[in-house]
């Protein structure tokens, strides 16, 4: 058989309209299976909803399309179709048609829009703060002071209270089993719950591009049995305290740089909750620190009592601050050398 110009179009036609019969209901079962965690089966029923109505249009416009093309294919080179310009009512009926289906995607979309975010009452969460670098994820879990990188351990049974946000530039946490795409957005933190009842892992993916290597920004959420998951945490949270308690003693023996120090009141952020000309912000002003540090508590040197206030903010407040609102990471975040400097900086004050 001789393959003409015409019959190729037709073949390429056919094979691209079965290709996607094919892949459709294959994504669509893909999609079905996402039952890893309690709220991941109403968003995957959501994407089944909006796949078979999508289905239905699809069918619908290419079928007509088929048939005006069969029907009213020009059958002699002089033949001229009737020509037309518009016709209201099918114009009509193909805008209400559409507006009349966005509307009721609109509410299905809400009724589980909020199912990711609220969680379930008398529920006792476990909280990890997911932040997004450029290109790798940290998971930080404040109740502990543990961090981790990639690897997102948690245990079955319990809800995982995810509150992610970005250090740079805009990531999007996604784990298709689990739940729903949450944006990483620089200065905002968005919640999220999920809980997987057996241990398992599952895999997911930056899906917001993100620069060069954004394929690379892989997730793992390792689901652990609730006994194997605390004694994980308990070796990761005292190998955390003794390193911070390592890093406290060494900064006691090195000598501060107060312009080092002043860098890194800058830079780690601390100038948006303390002034240095004594109006109040967030926290209590730094201005006239170094004179005072030494009195605040009996027996404990300037030294000592900045080192703390620190390391350890919510240890003591100061006199006006009842909410400890100060991150108690820096003890991690900053290194000996660090702490020593700010330390001197500070007794500048
Ligand atoms: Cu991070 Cu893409």
Redesign the pocket.
């Known amino acids: 058989m001789k393959l003409t110009k015409q019959g190729l179009r037709w073949w390429s036609l056919a094979g691209s309209l079965a290709l996607l019969l094919v892949l459709l209901p294959a994504r669509a079962l893909a999609q079905g299976g996402a039952t890893g965690s309690l709220n991941a089966p109403d968003i995957a029923g959501l994407f089944n909803i909006v796949l078979v109505l999508a289905i239905l249009v699809f069918l619908l416009v290419e079928g007509l399309l088929i048939f005006a093309i069969v029907r009213y294919r020009r059958r002699s080179p002089d033949e001229m179709p009737e020509q037309v310009h518009g016709n209201n009512a099918m114009e009509l009926s193909w805008t209400v048609g559409s507006g009349i289906l966005v509307i009721i995607l609109f509410f299905f979309t809400l009724g589980f829009y909020q199912q990711p975010r609220t969680l379930p009452e008398d529920s006792e969460p476990v909280t990890v703060e997911v932040t ?1 670098h ?2 790798y994820w940290e998971y930080y879990y404040p109740e502990t002071g543990v961090r981790t990188e990639t690897t997102l351990n948690v245990p079955a049974g319990r809800p995982v209270v995810l509150d992610i946000t970005s250090a740079d ?4 946490f996604w784990v298709p089993e689990i739940s729903g795409k949450v944006d ?1 957005i620089p200065g905002r933190v968005q919640r999220m719950w999920f809980q997987v009842d057996e241990p398992g892992q599952f895999v997911g993916q ?6 060069l290597q ?1 394929y690379d ?1 892989l997730i793992t959420v390792n689901v652990m049995e609730e006994q194997e998951f605390a004694s994980w945490m308990d070796g990761e949270a005292a190998a955390v305290a003794e390193a911070a308690a390592a890093t406290e003693e060494e900064a006691a023996a090195l000598a501060g740089d107060p312009a080092a120090g002043e860098q890194l009141y800058n830079s780690m952020g601390c100038m948006a909750c303390h002034s240095l000309d004594g109006s109040t912000l967030v926290g209590p002003s730094f201005q006239g620190l170094g004179a005072r540090a030494g009195e605040v508590l009996d027996g404990v040197s300037a030294e000592d009592y900045l080192r703390e206030s620190i390391v350890d903010p919510c240890a003591y407040l100061a006199e006006g601050f009842d909410n400890c609102v100060m991150p108690q990471n820096f003890g991690d975040r900053l290194s000996a050398q660090d702490l020593a400097d700010l330390i001197a900086f500070l007794l500048e004050q």
Do not use: D, I, N, R
């Not at 530039?169 to 999007?172: I, L």
């Not at 930056?206 to 620069?211: D, I, Q, R, V």
């Open positions: 997004g450029t290109w530039v805009q990531h999007s990483a930056c899906a917001e591009y993100c620069g954004h920004m």
